[in-house]
T-cell receptor, first 114, second 115 residues
Framework: DSGVTQTPKHLITATGQRVTLRCSPR?????VYWYQQSLDQGLQFLIQ???????AKGNILERFSAQQFPDLHSELNLSSLELGDSALYFC?????????????FGPGTRLTVL | AQSVTQPDIHITVSEGASLELRCNYS??????LFWYVQSPGQGLQLLLK??????LVQGIKGFEAEFKRSQSSFNLRKPSVHWSDAAEYFC?????????????FGAGTTVTVRA
């Protein structure tokens, strides 16, 4: 158990819908990262937040957005869903402030778009 | 831009045999290198990491990796594989700058262990 929690574990929805994925980082970790794992794209970095502020952006679609709240939990919002958005979405957290810090990964949310 | 290549998509190894997983990276400066393991239905777990110093790094579960700058490689090894080592293994490089700690992952190598 990494200490990072993600909810829900599974999500099944239809094209065009909007979903929110939630992540609670390890206690004390200030930085949260979101990754998407799909069969065709592999494991791709989406976005990073540090202490409530966006720090880095990767291959995140405009239909997707995220935020980190004052209690440091983070949400990833996916809208106008397409079949190709079906994937495993991971959240990771780290203490940050030092690039040596390990990123701890949550168990993921499996999104299926029908 | 940083990138990672894992040339082997799938490796099958007998239990008790040695295992080596290849990783090549592209990075402008001194890289931070990581190996993660993902068991079926699980998240990623860090096996080991290299930042500087001794180029032979010891990790958890009996794994080790060797950083070779001249070959831009960071290969993962285990002398004797157990059935529980069957999983997918990812090599990663990062961060890309002092303010950006994202990891860039390779495509992964799936390891099958046969009895």
């Amino acid at each position: 158990d990494s200490g990072v929690t993600q909810t829900p574990k599974h999500l099944i929805t239809a094209t065009g819908q909007r979903v929110t994925l939630r992540c609670s980082p390890r206690s004390g970790d200030l930085s949260v990262y979101w990754y998407q794992q799909s069969l065709d794209q592999g494991l791709q970095f989406l976005i990073q937040y540090y202490n409530g502020e966006e720090r880095a952006k990767g291959n995140i679609l405009e239909r997707f957005s995220a935020q980190q709240f004052p209690d440091l939990h983070s949400e990833l919002n996916l809208s106008s869903l397409e079949l190709g958005d079906s994937a495993l979405y991971f959240c990771a957290s780290s203490v940050a402030g030092d690039p040596h810090n390990e990123q701890f990964f949550g168990p993921g949310t499996r999104l299926t778009v029908l | 831009a940083q990138s990672v290549t894992q040339p082997d998509i799938h490796i099958t190894v007998s239990e008790g045999a040695s295992l080596e997983l290849r990783c090549n990276y592209s990075y402008g400066a001194t890289p931070y290198l990581f190996w993660y393991v993902q068991s079926p239905g699980q998240g990623l777990q860090l096996l080991l990491k290299y930042f500087s110093g001794d180029t032979l790094v010891q990790g958890i579960k009996g794994f080790e990796a060797e950083f070779k700058r001249s070959q831009s490689s960071f290969n993962l090894r285990k002398p004797s594989v157990h059935w529980s080592d069957a999983a997918e293994y990812f090599c990663a490089v990062g961060p890309s700058s002092s303010n950006d700690y994202k990891l860039s992952f390779g495509a992964g190598t799936t390891v099958t262990v046969r009895a």
